[in-house]
Every structure is written in C-alpha cells, then in structure tokens.
C-alpha cells in the first residue's frame, strides 16, 4: 500500500477518535443538565406531596376550630337550658342543643377523613422522600462515573493528539493538505473506502478505471462525486472449499 495513503487511513482513524472524544466532552452540561432535571423532578414530587399533607392538615385544624365553636355554643345552651321557664324555652333550647351536637358529629366526621387523608399522604411524602434519597444516590454514583469518563477521554485525546502530531509530519504536505481540505469540507470525514465500484460514503458508482487502480491502493485518488481520498480494503480469502458465498 501506498506510504502516504496507509497514514492518511491511520490518521482518519485518530480524527475520528478525537473528534469523538471532543463530541463526549462538548456533552457535559448538557448530561449534568440532565442528572438536575431527574433530581428536580423527584424534589417537585416531595415538595408536592409536602404541599398537600399541609393543606390536608391546615384544613383538619380549621375544622378543630369549628368543632371548639360548636362545642362553646354547646356548652351555652346547656347551661341557658338549666334556666328556662317554660315548656316553649326548653324545647327551643332542645332544638339548639341538637343541631349543635350533630354539626359537632358531623365536623367531627371529617376531621376523622382528614385523619386518614393525612395518614395517606404522610406515606405518600415518606415515598416520595425515599425516591429522593435514592435517586440523589444513583445521581451521585453516575456523576463519579462521568468525571472518571471525562478524564479518560482528557487523557485520551491528549494521545491522539500527539500521536497525529507526529503522523502528520511523516505525510507528504501536498497530500495531507488534501486530507485536511476535504476533511474541513465533508465534515471530518476525508477518507472513503471504494467497495463493489461503489463510494461507499456518498454512494456514487465510479468509473471503471479509477475503482481498478483504486484497487492497487498505490495512489492518491479522490472520488469524482464527494471529493474523499479513496482507498480499498481487501477481503479475506475464502477458505479452502468453502463457497464464495459462504
């Protein structure tokens, strides 16, 4: 093969290493963004269950309050009741006495709900609070994992950095100013494996005589459609007796 096509073939390799490397790096806040918002949203659900068992609880203690009303106005009438003249004043004070003992029954009736809602909601906030703890842990753990990431693809981008460096200046110039001109315009893409006649980045036939010699990998040849430096990589052979399909 061609010296300076086997480095150009190496030396995509490392781009595309390092381009891949930078990519991950590049993606840190966005994955640091993502570990917040499934923190956020576990905290959201805490505070909202927080946010009920206090209105379920405010609610019981104004129904509590009622109940201490009544119950004064109960208390009243009992003791106007020992006072009464007359047969009309007793059963009015009856009929007082009465709607007040079953207001009292019936706020206390639902301060009984409000016991059991806030017996509901109390587990539901321990539920929400432990999914909290737990997701807190698995966003701590996944942090780590990512900070180790990070270094090693610091680490590794290094490498591939200083192994292009010294890639690059075993390369003819005119040929790797090629490589960097189609690289820059095809997206860090420069190299183009020529397979069955076809580019196989662009997809395009080529002509005949161009895949024939791309064949030899003896030379520097671009495809006529995408610009891409073609090389080919030759099939292992078919086994002793095997089919060619095989």
């Known amino acids: 093969m061609n010296k300076d096509l086997e480095g150009l073939i190496a030396l995509q390799r490392l781009d595309s290493q390092a381009d891949e490397a930078s990519r991950r790096l590049a993606d840190e806040p966005k994955r640091q963004q993502a570990f917040e918002a499934r923190l956020e949203t576990a905290r959201a659900h805490v505070n909202e269950n927080k946010a009920r068992l206090t209105d379920s609880q405010n609610a019981r203690r104004e129904i ?3 109940v201490a009303v ?3 106005r109960l208390s009243k009438f009992r003791d106007q009741l020992m006072a ?3 047969n009309v004043e007793y059963q009015a004070m009856q009929k007082e006495i ?3 003992q079953k207001e009292i029954k019936a706020l206390e009736d639902t301060i009984l709900e409000r016991m059991l809602e806030g017996d509901d909601l109390t587990a539901a906030l321990k539920k929400a609070e432990s999914e909290l703890a737990a997701e807190q842990k698995a966003v701590d753990a996944e942090q780590r994992a990512l900070s180790a990431e990070l270094g090693q693809l610091r680490t ?3 490498r591939l950095t200083a192994e292009r460096k010294t890639l690059v200046g075993s390369l003819d110039p005119t040929v790797f100013a090629t490589f960097e001109s189609v690289s820059r315009r095809r997206h860090g893409i420069a190299m183009a494996e020529a397979r069955d006649g ?3 980045i662009c997809h395009v036939r080529l002509r005949p005589q ?3 010699t791309v064949l030899r990998n003896e030379q520097i040849l671009q495809c006529d459609s995408c610009q891409r430096i073609l090389y080919y990589v030759p ?3 078919t086994p002793t007796g095997a089919s060619p399909s095989a």
Request: charged fraction near 30%.
């Open 210 to 212: 161009i895949f024939n």
């Open 84 to 86: 009464v003249k007359t």
């Open 235 to 237: 099939r292992p052979p």
């Open 70 to 72: 009544h119950q004064g």
């Open 98 to 100: 009465e709607f007040a």
């Open 198 to 200: 076809i580019c196989t």
């Open 64 to 66: 509590e309050k009622e």
């Open 156 to 158: 590794t981008l290094e």
